[in-house]
């Protein structure tokens, strides 16, 4: 017994390029899984590798001028974000436009109020050694354009049109 399946009657795109996934979006998040996806071996067409990165921009800062300090908004990465980064060749994209964070203190504004205190020192991974750091701070701006140069240069993405 065959399954009858019924068509819309529309013609059928001869010689388009077939992927095994589709991922729409254009912010980092799915550029960062077109990436993902890419480095597991599946053919993909990202919609983020079609667009140029946007610049992020604050509405209430005047125009910029030589006198007038730039915004940018950051990131605070964990160590597991990081390798993330690295294992999909990001992270080496990323300039100088990180810093390690080595501790945080968070307190209130009453002397009473426990802080609370991160420090790389007491930390530790789950099943490895020490950890040297907290966290990066990192620039969305970098973070965005090291994310798009690893799009271009990924040879699962670079022959879409």
């Not at 910029?64 to 160590?79: E, F, G, I, K, M």
């Not at 099943?127 to 699962?156: E, K, R, Y």
Request: charged share 15%.
């Amino acid at each position: 017994m065959t399954a009858k399946t019924e068509t819309s009657g529309a013609p059928r795109p001869q010689n388009l390029p077939r992927y095994d996934v589709a991922v729409m979006g254009r912010g980092n998040s799915a550029a960062l899984a077109a990436l993902a996806l890419a480095d597991s071996g599946f053919s993909v067409w990202a919609e983020a590798a079609q667009a140029s990165p946007e610049k992020p921009t604050n509405p209430e800062q005047p125009a910029n001028d030589q006198h007038t300090p730039t915004w940018q908004r950051v990131l605070a990465l964990s160590p597991g974000a990081r390798r993330g980064l690295e294992a999909l060749g990001v992270w080496q994209r990323l300039e100088a436009g990180h810093a390690p964070v080595a501790d945080i203190a968070v307190g209130g504004p009453n002397d009473r109020d426990l802080p609370l205190r991160f420090a790389a020192s007491s930390s530790q991974t789950v099943d490895g050694p020490p950890v040297d750091i907290v966290s990066h701070i990192v620039s969305v701006t970098d973070l965005t354009a090291a994310i798009a140069a690893s799009l271009q240069a990924c040879p699962a993405l670079t022959d879409q049109a």
